[in-house]
Every structure is written in structure tokens, then in C-alpha cells.
């Protein structure tokens, strides 16, 4: 089971941190990510990290603004979105999978366990 917190609104320019708290299994060895979803658009890619440590990916829209962090520990996973843009506003859902292709972490069908969303809404 996978929950998502921290949306919220925000003024341009702001910024916030989404959690996604994993339980009920081990994900210590999951490719966890972050995908979007606005009002009628298509979900999209985030990001994603690697459990391992390996690897670390970003679209190109957030890359510089966002990052991607985890603590094995506490068995989650969060996402750091700094200078916020009304572009940004969606509902922000967390994935995991326990192998994922390097090729294929962008793709939302890559992913078997889903989160139930997070509102996030930039204000201009």
C-alpha cells in the first residue's frame, strides 16, 4: 500500500514536499516514482529513483526544480518541488514496481502499485 501527502495550494514561485509512505511489503528493492495527472490531460512521468541508489530521473519539466529522495528506513519515498509553476498543478500520484527496465521508468504502465493522489495547485 502506497500513501501520498503534502499537496496542497501554493503561490507560484513556492514550494512542497510530497511524501509516499510504502507498507505492507518490503520496497526496500522497488523502482519508486512520481507521476501527474492535470484535468484532462494524460498521466505523466515525474519522477523516479532506484531503492539502490543507482539511478535517479526526471522529466525534463521538473529537472532542476524537483528532487527525488528516500529513506529505507521509513520505507518512503519524497518529492521536493521547488519554484513552482501554475503549470505544475495535478494530482500527484506515487508508484512502485519491483523491477523496472532503465527504459521503461517513465512509463506509468511500468508499475503495478499505485497511491491514491495527491492534490497539488499552483496559484499565478
Known amino acids: 500500500q502506497l500513501q501520498a501527502s503534502g499537496g496542497g495550494l501554493v503561490q507560484a514561485g513556492g514550494s512542497l514536499r510530497l511524501s509516499c509512505a510504502a507498507s505492507?511489503?518490503?520496497?526496500?528493492?522497488?523502482?519508486m516514482a512520481w507521476f501527474r495527472q492535470a484535468p484532462g490531460k494524460e498521466r505523466e512521468f515525474v519522477a523516479a529513483?532506484?531503492?539502490?541508489?543507482?539511478?535517479?530521473y526526471y522529466a525534463d519539466s521538473v529537472k532542476g526544480r524537483f528532487t527525488m529522495s528516500r529513506d529505507n528506513a521509513k520505507n518512503t519515498v519524497y518529492l521536493q518541488m521547488n519554484s513552482l509553476k501554475p503549470e505544475d498543478t495535478a494530482v500527484y500520484y506515487c508508484?512502485?514496481?519491483?523491477?523496472?527496465?532503465?527504459?521503461?521508468?517513465?512509463?506509468?504502465?511500468?508499475?503495478?502499485?499505485w497511491g491514491q493522489g495527491t492534490l497539488v495547485t499552483v496559484s499565478s
Open positions: 529513483i532506484r531503492w539502490s541508489g543507482l539511478g535517479t
Open positions: 505492507g511489503r518490503t520496497f526496500s528493492s522497488y523502482v
Open positions: 508508484a512502485a514496481d519491483p523491477a523496472v527496465g532503465l527504459g521503461l521508468v517513465r512509463r506509468f504502465t511500468s508499475y503495478k502499485y
